[in-house]
């Protein structure tokens, strides 16, 4: 990873992406290595842009909330099962926090906007639905700055690092 | 219990990518999509190795990986811990992905984008279910167990190689419900398959040949492995390839000394698989359909197992038909019939009746030297040892193809012409009947 002092600043471009109706996965790493990895239910980036906030299911993700919590280590890949676009942040000061209220709407917004995508690829909808379940009363939130960004479309441009 | 591979094998049919998290030698955690998660066996994945990258880098410093995987009908997920082994850039693996990636591509508008550069195969060290309700499946349309079961008993009641050929397509449908279908066999030389039954087809295509290697088919002769293609692909069609090679050539509907592959315009789905007799390649069953993701793994472990059945039943009774010899007669009631022109080119075998292209190789080699022996002597009945006897047919001493080119030679006739047709009159031996006077032409 470039070593980068200072955070980010999301383009909007890049912010509006993330904040859509992408498939988003995270992965962190524990003290020997060994990644871990689950799937998020909902992002949304703070008004400067330098912050991600990304919800889960603390039962499903338990292993990479665990290695967050321990290690502050993240990737998250975002991609629009439609286009094949995709994008990937890192962060290093990720920390886990309690689930607000304001969350259940986020959860709730990120879902549509999801199933609205997939449903052009014909997945139906509660297909998808399992996917983004969470089995607590209510999800957690991952917070981190990310330093880099990287562009992971397919192609010959994948893995270049985006401004 | 201790999950394996088997048990979650309909989340590696590749209509949900999975998801790969590996890790840089300093630590940093990175993710990725890949395309590909291949069953191997019980204990081993196959990742697609698409593009030289950050994953790349990383799983080569730290072979061990997560995966996630998502079954696409009820929504279950697993994650995987994988130990990277090795790359297999060549070879049955490699080329049973590329065949799959192509189709996967295609359907995510990804051709000539995605390409396999590798297959990344990986120990399967644990498998996690991830927690929460999921939805039901329905059950499988067919037990493919008792399909298989029923399938060998069929092909065991066939006592005739020609019946044999037919019965084999028959059961593929009435068993297994492949409506589309081709049996072909592996030519003397080796580099070729020739078409010696279809079924579900506008034309039977009987004679039409495809190279060992090209496409589905050639690749599952070349590789001895089934080779499945899950959506329509440009990169697999041969009906597609043959109207460009045509257009290429100026124009005409095939090419001239061709016969056409009678496969769908634009199958969805394609699974080809070896007929095997012990370790020799006696051909190629191929079986499409207009569908998207027909044939799974399952469908492809039943036709495979299938495909050997096919094989010794084959092998059984071309053996069979070889035993019995006798002395040919030489009877020669006269044809009546206006006289038709055989021409008979030497360079390749090819044989023309009319204007009408028939047959070539060992099958036009075959009909020439008949063709002769009726036009200069009046001949009517033969043998097959004749045939074998004859130094200029080269045919092979073992592993003999020689009733199967009778089969084939017999079909094309009775598409053809009706003047002309070969007929069975006991064990290896046959009657090559003219109803119309042939005047011969060696076109050089």
């Known amino acids: 990873m470039p070593s980068r002092a200072a955070a980010l600043t999301l383009a909007a471009e890049h912010q509006a992406f993330i904040q859509g109706g992408v498939s988003i996965t995270a992965g962190s790493v524990n003290a020997e290595h060994l990644p871990s990895m689950a799937r998020a239910i909902g992002c949304a980036v703070n008004a400067d842009g330098r912050q991600v906030r990304l919800l889960f299911c603390p039962v499903r993700a338990g292993g990479l909330l665990a290695d967050i919590a321990a290690g502050g280590r993240v990737a998250v890949t975002f991609s629009q099962p439609t286009s094949n676009r995709t994008l990937q942040l890192k962060g290093r000061d990720a920390r886990v926090e309690a689930g607000s209220a304001e969350d259940e709407a986020l959860r709730e917004r990120y879902a549509r906007a999801f199933v609205a995508d997939l449903a052009k690829l014909h997945f139906p909808e509660a297909l998808v639905r399992v996917l983004l379940q969470v089995l607590a009363p209510a999800p957690v939130a991952v917070v981190f700055q990310p330093e880099a960004a990287y562009s992971q479309t397919p192609g010959p441009g994948a893995g270049a690092a985006l401004p | ?444």
């Open chain 2, 1 to 444: 219990m201790k999950l394996t591979l088997d048990a979650i094998r309909d989340c590696l049919d590749g209509s949900i990518p999975g998801t790969l998290a590996t890790c840089a030698a300093d630590g940093t955690p990175n993710v990725t999509f890949v395309s590909q998660v291949d069953y191997v066996d019980s204990e081993h994945a196959a990742l697609s190795f698409q593009f030289f990258s950050k994953t790349r880098e990383n799983v080569l410093a730290n072979p061990e990986v997560r995966v996630t995987v998502v079954n696409p009908l009820s929504g279950a997920s697993y994650q995987l811990r994988l130990r990277y082994l090795r790359t297999e850039s060549a070879g049955p693996l490699f080329e049973r992905m590329k065949a799959k990636l192509a189709g996967i591509a295609s359907h995510e508008g990804m051709a000539g984008v995605f390409r396999l550069r590798g297959s990344d195969v990986y120990r399967v060290l644990d498998i996690q279910p991830v927690p929460g309700p999921v939805l039901a499946v329905e059950a499988p349309r067919r037990n493919l167990l008792a399909a298989l079961r029923q399938a060998s008993a069929r092909l065991a009641a066939s006592q005739e190689l020609d019946a044999l050929f037919d019965q084999a397509l028959a059961t593929l449908r009435d068993c297994f419900g492949v409506e589309h279908s081709l049996l072909l066999l592996l030519a003397e030389a080796g580099d070729r398959l020739y078409t010696v039954a279809s079924l579900g087809y506008a034309r039977s295509g009987v004679g039409s040949e495809i190279a060992v290697g090209d496409g589905v088919i050639g690749v599952a002769a070349q590789q001895r492995t089934a080779i499945c293609v899950p959506h329509a692909t440009a990169e697999y069609s041969y009906v597609r390839a043959q109207r460009e090679a045509a257009l290429a050539l100026g124009g005409g509907e095939t090419l001239p000394r061709e016969i056409p592959f009678p496969g769908l315009a634009e199958p969805h789905s394609q699974l080809a698989v070896p007929i095997v007799a012990g370790s020799r390649l006696l051909g190629v069953l191929y079986a499409e359909s207009p569908e998207d993701r027909r044939f799974g793994y399952d469908d492809e472990d039943a036709l495979s197992a299938y495909g050997a059945q096919l094989g010794t039943a084959i092998q059984l009774l071309q053996q069979s038909a070889a035993e019995d010899e006798g002395e040919p007669e030489t009877a020669s009631p006269r044809p009546l019939g206006a006289p038709v022109q055989v021409r008979h080119y030497a360079a390749d075998d090819s044989i023309f009746l009319g204007e009408d292209y028939l047959i070539k190789g060992v099958a036009g080699a075959i009909f020439w030297k008949l063709a002769k022996a009726h036009a200069e002597g009046g001949r009517v009945e033969f043998c097959n040892r004749e045939l074998r006897l004859d130094a200029t047919l080269r045919l092979p001493e073992v592993g003999d193809n020689l009733e199967t080119r009778l089969i084939l030679l017999s079909r094309r006739l009775a598409e053809r012409c009706d003047y002309l047709a070969i007929e069975k009159t006991g064990r290896g031996r046959f009657r090559f009947k003219a109803t119309r006077s042939l005047r011969l032409v060696e076109a050089g």
